[in-house]
């Protein structure tokens, strides 16, 4: 096949991270007889350096052209600290889901067993955890109404959501959940809040639709008490925008790392995959990242946007076995080598 990836390296760790991704997709391309044209193109703080604009004409239509879009990260200090830019890397991030269609995050949680006791939970509590978010991407409080008012000492943020918006979210999560375990669990605030209670009465709808699903609805902060608790409970849980950014963060860190989590923003056309960590700036030009998430995001880009199955379980078979034989960087390496960013993505190029 010809694989045409869009690749938006960003800010920070991104263009470290996204080097070590390159190079274990083009060792799963040479593997399997496969061809990848990457295109590159600016985002986030990067691009407002170079041209003033978080999220390019150029980065959108190179986007656009291509099967899929894999990503490294956004963000850095100077607009953190500055609550008065009006310019900032992360309004790139939503322009770009928002032009791209990006409406459902993928955002899966998982242990290795090589790395079960790095985690801040008891063992007990997390073996067996293998759940995947579905988070809203385009709606909610993040794309609603917003504003200062009473010579700027009152603030506002509007959380709006249609129906429509909710269904086809909805649908995704029954679809996941029936290649799953069967099982779909609804967050919201459904006791406080109309757009919760619109979420789910849609969800209820949809309920006979699939009949050999079993669902649940779970207030928003119920789950992120579970979460901690017994976090193996859940499969497949789907929300609104607001409360999957918080929940996802989470529930990342039961695998001991989110520099090992990988997601999907799954579009009607174009599917975009990136790690679910930050731009990470204090690491930034030091080799010292940990690049595997990026890794096993191209790792379901293989399978998700392509449907090569066999090409993301390699590359899933060698993170494992580098994590088992201790090719970590510094974050997981608990006292033993360290290996840089670089000398990991060329040992499991290699190794592929």
Not at 58 to 87: M, Q, W
Not at 245 to 260: R, Y
Request: contains cysteine.
């Amino acid at each position: 096949m010809k694989l045409n990836i869009a690749l938006l390296a960003g800010d920070g760790i991104g263009p470290e991270v996204i080097d070590q991704a390159v190079k274990v997709s083009d060792a799963v391309a040479t593997k399997f007889g496969h061809e990848i044209n990457w295109t590159p193109a600016l985002t986030g703080a990067a691009a407002i350096d170079a041209i003033g604009e978080p999220y390019p004409d150029e980065t959108h239509e190179a986007c656009v052209a291509a099967d899929a879009v894999l990503f490294g990260a956004i963000g850095h200090p100077r607009f953190d600290n500055d609550p008065s830019a009006k310019v900032r890397p992360e309004q790139g991030l939503l322009k770009m889901r928002q032009k791209l269609g990006l409406f459902a995050n993928v955002r899966p949680t998982f242990t290795f067993p090589s790395l079960i006791d790095k985690s801040p939970l008891k063992k007990e509590r997390i073996e067996g955890t293998d759940l995947v978010f579905l988070r809203e991407l385009t709606g909610g409080i993040y794309f609603g109404k917003r504003g200062r008012e009473d010579n700027e000492n009152t603030a506002y943020d509007t959380c709006t959501y249609t129906r429509a918006e909710v269904e086809r979210l909805a649908k995704k999560g029954f679809e996941m959940a029936m290649q799953r375990s069967k099982k779909l669990c609804c967050v919201d605030k459904a006791n406080v809040l109309e757009t919760s209670r619109l979420w789910r009465e849609t969800v209820q709808k949809l309920e006979k639709d699939y009949p050999e699903v079993e669902v649940s609805y779970e207030f928003v902060d119920a789950v992120a008490m579970r979460l901690v608790q017994w976090p193996s409970a859940y499969d497949v849980l789907i929300t609104e925008n607001l409360f999957g950014d918080i929940l996802t963060d989470e529930a990342s860190v039961i695998s001991g790392s989110m520099g090992l989590m990988p997601s999907a923003s799954l579009g009607e056309k174009t599917s975009l995959f990136e790690p679910i960590h930050g731009s990470y700036p204090q690491a930034a030009g030091k080799d010292i990242a940990n690049p595997l998430a990026t890794v096993l995001s191209a790792a379901m880009m293989f399978e998700t946007a392509f449907g090569l199955k066999d090409e993301a379980e390699a590359i899933r078979e060698v993170v494992n076995k580098s994590l088992a034989e201790g090719v970590v960087t510094e974050d997981l390496a608990d006292g033993g080598k360290a290996y840089k960013t670089s000398e990991v993505g060329d040992w499991l190029a290699k190794n592929i």
